[in-house]
């Protein structure tokens, strides 16, 4: 599963999901659910809390922890 998240939006094929992708990715769940699109600082959190190293992307083994 977390091999065809990153197909769909991993748009720039870099192996990781930048903050654009994961923002695109967040709000694409929510809008599924009937679910407003998340705030920023909403965003910016659930981005920390899932970013473990803090290098500023969601690598896929970090994409793991949140599928």
């Known amino acids: 599963m977390v091999h065809k998240i990153?197909?769909?939006?991993?748009?720039?094929r870099s192996g990781f999901l930048e903050k654009p992708e994961v923002l695109k990715l967040l709000d694409e769940i929510?809008?599924?659910?009937?679910?407003?699109?998340?705030?920023?600082?909403?965003?910016?959190?659930?981005?920390?809390e899932f970013d473990d190293n803090g290098?500023?992307?969601?690598?896929?083994?970090?994409?793991?922890?949140f599928v």
């Open 6 to 12: 990153f197909a769909k939006y991993d748009k720039d």
């Open 30 to 48: 929510l809008i599924t659910q009937g679910r407003p699109k998340t705030s920023q600082s909403q965003f910016n959190r659930f981005f920390a």
């Open 55 to 65: 290098d500023g992307v969601i690598s896929k083994n970090e994409c793991y922890n």
